[in-house]
């Protein structure tokens, strides 16, 4: 009897069903509250929920022993690290404090606040046993803007008869008699300092878990005994496996113009106008980003009626008589379209317009910003977006948009910028003195006369750089950034990527039916997919020298570089079966073609200082590389059922099981790259805001996605999971996990660390992923139960 309930207890299906609970716990958490606190008061700080991560801790502690992981050591190293990570998460839950230090300057104090989430009411006081003294707080920003560039406190710690200072700052942390304080906020005054301090006694024993887990992957590839070995072999036989190697890197028209003249007349004229410098949202950038940007936001392209984006420009400012009245404003719902009576999809500007010059659809649009975020319909967010594109139209034609003039005093003005429309706040004097050059610069473009703009631009510039050489970026800078922008590289390889991705994966349905290999054809399509990728490589390293950051800190750098990952992971591993390669490529133009979408800015921003680290570089780059890897053997899952379909008319068993092994060999390695890049995650986490994990919605998706793929790739050692057609499935399905996991908590749960603030996600897209999730989860259910009944019997 008791070694039969201890069969039960410690077997792979007993494991999935808690890891199934614990999943669902979390999924619930995130999904069934709108607010972290109630999250916390009703999941994660509950006794149920630490009850079943014990219960799972001891359980794979049973199913280790049975399994015998200790004579494979990668895998026993690889599991034991849960094993740690569990018991330090368990030393910080019940022996951690955490606290906040409200300062003013020249206060000084030795007394924490302590929070305790589970329970808000809950507030006790901590002496820490040593002062710390708030001498003076600094905040910087981004020049021109209020948008914080880091905000610093200068403190000094009093410790009996011993006293330093420190400059505490976001990822720069205090650590003191085993306290570590941290930059948090800062008082609205900028003369006060919020510092979270926490004391936590199973930080390095989870750093530790965290360090095995790393060590246990790696241990595991070269174990001779481990599956993910033996898989390699098997595609080594049969000739399908490359060699593994991970690389972890306004004035009137004086005379009657036509559009068409205009657009003949305007190019040469607008491109120079485009070379000039402008400040806006804290960055100084070429005229040419910021035209490019502004037509992007109002039409949805870069190119219309036969203008680039910087001629469309130059026309609004020089030639608004004409342009008001040309379909610039795109407008993509159409029940909108009906009621403006649109024939196509784009609109005048002066369609949004009544007689006395007020917007005639105020009514909808303000219904639209009065309604709670979540409560909005898809027709209200159409009417918000297209809002927008009206106020970016407006601060065209009204010459609020280039802040081109420096103030003589700005220095002590953070090196703001003005435009014309902002000139009355400088001095008369000096308000003249540019009106006067906007004017020259005006004309000049009005008449497409190219000597008079450069002789204006020229004064500009030395104007800018005689107040604001400071923070003026290099002028190699701004050529790279034009270049860039006129390169559209990353738009052009929506096609290419698709395409190659297409032909790659007919040519490997053709050589499957046909055993025949087409050798020429894979090597001129390999070729063509590492040029893709090269081109791909050089716009995102411009992209890294003209932003100065690491180009993944945003949500269109990270879609980006995802579909880099999908296309490195299956031209370096993957390349000698052309269904994989073309499932890798296809997926990487299927990205790019989500990072072109209308809700996805692709302008280069300004870093919030809490990403002004290293660990940008390493977290990011790691856990979106995994990304690439988990899409390959989704769509390799998605060719397979196919291949299952087609078995009636050809013997296909070897190939489907070939295919098989490289899902399996891509989900290993991404679930090794997702675990170690969330893992690092949490290292940054406990580095810039003092805890390692927090049940942020980001990060714990991303532990519900790497408990489904630890499932997946457990599944083969299940009974009635270990049928090819099953792990083809789940390999599909289990992809929406990582699709939640990114778009759906970025763009529709919208709160957490990790969003990126927009809330706009379509309710539509968002149903499509809970039932692929739930999908996946009912398989997994059924074919567990079985499990159990067949091994009760």
């Known amino acids: 009897m008791l070694q039969r309930l201890s069969n039960l207890l410690f077997s792979l299906p007993t494991t999935v069903i808690f890891a199934l609970i614990y999943m669902f716990a979390q999924i619930y958490a995130t999904l069934g509250f709108s607010s972290d606190a109630d999250a916390w008061l009703y999941v994660y700080g509950r006794g149920w929920f630490e009850a079943i991560q014990w219960i799972l801790a001891i359980n794979l502690i049973g199913v280790m022993y049975k399994y015998k992981t200790y004579k494979k050591k990668g895998i026993f190293v690889l599991h034991l690290s849960i094993i740690i990570i569990f018991i330090g998460a368990g030393i910080t839950r019940y022996f951690g404090k955490e606290g906040v230090l409200h300062l003013r300057v020249g206060e000084a104090s030795d007394t924490i606040v302590l ?109 001779s005994k481990s599956r993910f070995r033996m898989t390699a072999r098997k595609l080594k036989e049969s000739g399908l496996f490359a060699i593994l190697l991970m690389l972890f890197v306004n004035t009137a028209s004086l005379h009657a113009l036509t559009l068409e003249e205009f657009a003949t007349k305007s190019k040469a004229i607008s491109n120079e106008f485009a070379k000039g410098l402008v400040q ?87 219904l639209a910003m009065q309604t709670p975020d979540r409560q909005r319909t898809q027709i209200q967010r159409e009417w918000l977006k297209l809002n927008e594109r009206i106020y970016v139209a407006y601060m065209i034609f009204e010459y609020k948009a280039f802040a081109i003039f420096p103030s003589p005093n700005a220095k ?121 990728l090269l081109a791909h490589t050089a716009n995102m390293l411009l992209r890294w020298y003209i932003s100065g950051h690491a180009p993944w800190s945003n949500a269109y750098e990270s879609i980006v570089f995802i579909a880099w990952g999908s296309a490195f992971a299956s031209l370096m591993f993957f390349k000698r079966s052309m269904l994989a390669l073309g499932a890798g490529l296809f997926m990487a133009g299927m990205f790019m073609m989500v990072a072109h979408l209308n809700n996805i800015d692709p302008q280069i921003t300004n870093m919030v200082p809490v990403l002004k680290s290293y660990w940008l570089l390493i977290h990011v780059a790691v856990i979106t590389s995994s990304y690439g890897f988990l899409a390959v053997g989704s769509m390799l899952g998605l060719l397979n059922m196919i291949l299952f379909a087609l078995r ?68 083969k050692m299940i009974p009635k999971m270990k049928g090819e057609f099953v792990f083809s499935l ?26 990126y603030g927009r809330g706009e996600g379509d309710a539509t897209w968002f149903n499509v992923l809970k039932a692929g999730i739930g999908a996946w989860a009912s398989i997994v259910v059924a074919y567990t139960i079985m499990a159990i009944t067949k091994k009760g019997k």
């Open 115 to 223: 929070q305790n989430k589970a329970n808000p009411s809950d507030v006790g006081i901590l002496d820490m046993g040593f002062k710390i003294r708030l001498d003076k707080f600094v905040m910087h920003k981004y020049p021109g803007s209020t948008q914080p560039s880091s905000y610093d406190s200068y403190v000094s710690v009093i410790d009996k008869d011993k006293t330093f200072p420190y400059h505490i700052y976001m990822n720069h942390i205090l650590v003191y008699k085993g306290f570590r304080v941290y930059q948090m906020a800062y008082d609205p005054d900028e003369k006060g300092s919020i510092l979270l301090v926490g004391h936590d006694p199973g930080m390095y024993v989870t750093y530790l878990g965290y360090l095995l887990m790393a060590i246990g992957f790696i241990m595991s590839v070269f174990e």
């Open 280 to 366: 806006f949202n804290g960055r100084i950038e070429p005229i040419d980003t910021l035209d490019l940007d502004f037509i992007h936001k109002i039409t949805k392209k870069a190119k219309l009626h036969n203008m680039n984006y910087n001629q469309l420009v130059v026309g609004m400012l020089t030639y608004p008589e004409i342009f008001t009245n040309i379909p610039l404003i795109y407008v993509g719902n159409p029940t909108i379209r009906k009621l403006m009576h649109l024939k196509g999809k784009y609109a005048t500007y002066n369609q949004f317009f009544n007689q006395t010059g007020d917007i005639k659809y105020i009514k909808q649009i303000n």
């Open 412 to 532: 002590n003005e953070n090196y703001k910028w003005y435009s014309f429309d902002e000139l009355n706040k400088l001095d008369a004097l000096t308000a003249r003195f540019y009106a006067n050059i906007f004017k020259q610069l005006l004309v000049s473009l009005h008449d497409f006369d190219i000597n008079q703009l450069k002789q204006v631009q020229k004064k500009i510039y030395k104007i800018q750089t005689e107040y604001s050489a400071a923070v003026l970026p290099s002028k190699s800078r701004v050529k790279m950034e034009i270049l860039y922008n006129h390169l559209q590289i990353f738009p052009a390889l929506i096609g290419i990527y698709s395409l190659l991705g297409i032909i790659a994966i007919f040519i490997g349905f053709f050589e499957v039916l046909k055993a025949r290999k087409l050798n020429k054809t894979e090597n001129a399509l390999i070729i063509l997919g590492w040029l893709a």
């Open 648 to 715: 009636k008319y050809k013997d296909l068993d070897f190939q489907i099981k070939e295919i098989n092994n490289i899902i399996y060999l891509s989900l290993w390695i991404g679930l090794a790259l997702l675990s170690v890049g969330t893992f690092l995650g949490g290292v940054w986490a406990n580095e810039s805001w003092g805890r390692y994990w927090s049940w942020d919605p980001k990060e714990t998706w991303s532990l519900i996605t790497m408990i489904a793929y630890a499932i997946v790739i457990h599944s």
């Open 730 to 755: 789940l390999a599909f399905l289990t992809f929406f996990f990582v699709l939640m996991t990114y778009f759906g908590v970025n763009f529709y749960i919208a709160q957490g660390l990790h969003a």
